[in-house]
């Protein structure tokens, strides 16, 4: 990935592509990112800045959406979970651990090691849908922090 994120930075994206293009929505307004997330408006905010200063998310007349860019990366951080999520469930761990310990490291495991995984996962077929699942990992971290 050509972007340095946090998890945190990629919960704002995953969740930006799920309210838009789920939902058929052009933007996500800041508040609606707070409801969900549990956090501040001013944490949001700062966030959103963080994401443009990037080049992720675009500020629209009525709130925010994924630039192209923030789309692509967006993309990969969903392919590089889901082949995480899927080298772990194959090793036997549960389908929650797996996810939540995805979450953490998606973002910062080389893209070499990411391919290698991917080619040994490539027949293994996940239970869930990879950015729902990668919402809910998200949001049940937060919630016990």
Not at 37 to 54: D, E, H, I, Q
């Amino acid at each position: 990935m050509d972007v340095d994120l946090t998890p945190e930075m990629a919960d704002y994206l995953v969740l930006i592509y799920a309210l838009t293009y789920r939902r058929g929505c052009k933007c996500v307004k800041p508040t609606e990112i707070s409801k969900i997330l549990g956090a501040s408006k001013a944490t949001v905010s700062l966030m959103l800045k963080k994401l443009r200063f990037r080049g992720l998310v675009v500020k629209e007349r009525d709130g925010v959406s994924l630039s192209q860019k923030g789309v692509s990366v967006c993309a990969t951080i969903l392919r590089r979970h889901a082949t995480i999520e899927k080298a772990l469930i194959m090793l036997g761990v549960d389908h929650d651990k797996a996810c939540e310990v995805a979450r953490k490291i998606e973002v910062v495991v080389d893209e070499g090691v990411i391919d290698l995984v991917e080619r040994g996962t490539m027949k293994f077929e996940l239970p869930c849908d990879k950015a729902t699942c990668r919402l809910e990992s998200a949001l049940k971290a937060r919630r016990r922090s």
